[in-house]
């Protein structure tokens, strides 16, 4: 079986709204990949969320002796939890970022879950889904540069969700992915998560 598309959460805040979304995700990601009468074989494509919390994400700063654009040879990465990310990255057929905009950017631990490879991000088909207060077009921004620009991937797209304040500032949590507003956002993320899997080669 292929090895799944990497949905990668851009937070590690526990209380937060990410798991809700990426259950949302993966929910229209399914739909956008199942058969369908004009295209009756499925394309065996699954997803796969990847926690900032478990391996094989090496949450934590760089500390490398030496900066990823020069390591060809994963077996020179220092730590064997780069190592692994390294054989991870480069397996994944495309990438989902998933990331709140904090303070008009992006968190700082996707930053380094980027920063930690260079060679392996290049080519890889990513879509990037921000959210927060003002839906995440500023952190969006910032991270298509460093995506497209800085690691060579190939940005297919960008969906920006805006949370109702009580998401943000109250208790409420998008729990499962059918929260109400959610439903103004699947069509567009649908059709932008089926532009990533038609860049993948």
């Known amino acids: 079986m292929p090895t799944p598309v990497a949905l990668l959460l851009g937070s590690s805040r526990t209380n937060g709204n990410a798991a809700g979304l990426s259950a949302w995700v993966t929910s229209i990601?399914?739909?956008?990949?199942?058969?369908?009468?004009?295209?009756?074989?499925?394309?065996a494509l699954s997803i796969a969320t990847i926690d900032p919390h478990a391996a094989p994400h090496p949450l934590g700063p760089v500390t490398d002796p030496v900066m990823a654009a020069l390591t060809r040879d994963p077996a020179g990465y220092a730590s064997p939890a780069v190592r692994d990310w390294s054989a991870f990255v480069t397996a994944a057929p495309a990438f989902i970022v998933l990331t709140p905009q904090y303070n008009h950017g992006y968190p700082g631990e996707l930053k380094n879950a980027l920063d930690q490879l260079y060679w392996e991000w290049h080519g890889k088909p990513v879509l990037v889904?921000?959210?927060?207060?003002?839906?995440?077009?500023?952190?969006?921004?910032?991270?298509?540069?460093?995506?497209?620009?800085?690691?060579?991937?190939?940005?297919?797209?960008?969906?920006?969700?805006?949370?109702?304040?009580?998401?943000?500032?109250?208790?409420?949590?998008?729990?499962?992915?059918?929260?109400?507003?959610?439903?103004?956002?699947?069509?567009?993320?649908?059709?932008?998560?089926?532009?990533?899997?038609?860049?993948?080669e």
């Open 29 to 43: 990601f399914n739909k956008a990949v199942a058969p369908t009468p004009d295209a009756p074989s499925s394309t």
């Open 129 to 200: 889904v921000a959210y927060g207060a003002r839906g995440g077009g500023r952190g969006a921004a910032q991270l298509k540069q460093v995506l497209a620009e800085g690691l060579k991937m190939r940005h297919t797209g960008e969906v920006c969700v805006t949370l109702p304040e009580q998401y943000v500032r109250g208790e409420a949590r998008v729990k499962d992915g059918e929260d109400e507003f959610l439903k103004a956002y699947e069509e567009e993320l649908l059709d932008a998560i089926r532009k990533l899997v038609s860049a993948i």
